[in-house]
């Protein structure tokens, strides 16, 4: 008996609609995998608590005069710090995804080529949210109060989380670029720590030499945690966060292309 073929008529490209379905599944499976590994959620829950902690009753005193007096202005600092340093996680499990071949598989199914990319910066939105939610969390048992309320906090998290993301896509660019996780990591650290550590997060610019406050001032990191600390605090949306998001928009702008590309031509 011979076999009868029958031709079909393959798209070569996805559609809107199974791109959009392909990377919520994508996304929905990064998260099976922080189920199945939940050591990977210790730079989110574990960092935001101990950092605050030490920080909170090393430099409390020396800074408000007391611990009460210093939660309003390190807690935004924590939070933006914690949340920003998240995103690197997200070059290291791709370039780690990929040196391990399961890229290889997924362009072997019928499914949008960029959904393993969106997915997995879409699952980390939620990495970003545990981080944020810690972060006030272990600050109101402190006894930090917000005195711009609830709808204000919720702002000012979903401020962050919106530029972590936006941060996200330049780690995931050299998460497609880089030959292993720990260049990645490694590079990606190197950027980050000047950037948190000489800002307004954990002290004010003005107790810091002259020639240092020109950098503290123009760093993209001082302006969100102030932005971060005008929402809390005072419930006010300023001209920082203004300039927070319209910094967002440009990385995406820049960086969302040149990783797409890139991955393209790998995938």
Known sequence: ???????????????????FRNTLT????GLLKIRRTPEQLIDVTVQPILFTLMFTYIFGGAIA???ASYLPIIIPGIL????????VVTGVQLREDMDKGVFDRFRSLPIAR????????????VRYAI?????FTMGYIMGFRPEGGLGAVVV???????????????????GVIARTASSVQGVSILILFPLTFLSNAFVPSNTMPSWLQWFVDINPVSHLVTAVRDLVNSGTLGSDAVVSLIGAAVIVAVFAP???RAYMRKA
């Open 156 to 174: 000012a998290g979903l401020l962050v989380i919106v530029c972590s993301w936006a941060i996200s896509w330049i780690f995931a660019f050299f």
């Open 1 to 19: 008996m011979t076999a009868i073929t029958i031709p079909r008529d393959l798209p070569h490209t996805a559609g809107l609609g199974q791109t």
């Open 114 to 125: 960029i959904a393993p990319l969106s997915g997995a910066l879409l699952a980390d939105t």
């Open 80 to 87: 933006v710090q914690t949340v920003i340093t998240t995103s």
């Open 26 to 29: 994508m996304a929905w499976r």
């Open 65 to 67: 005069g007391d611990v």
């Open 131 to 135: 981080a944020t939610t810690l972060t």
């Open 258 to 260: 040149l990783t797409v």
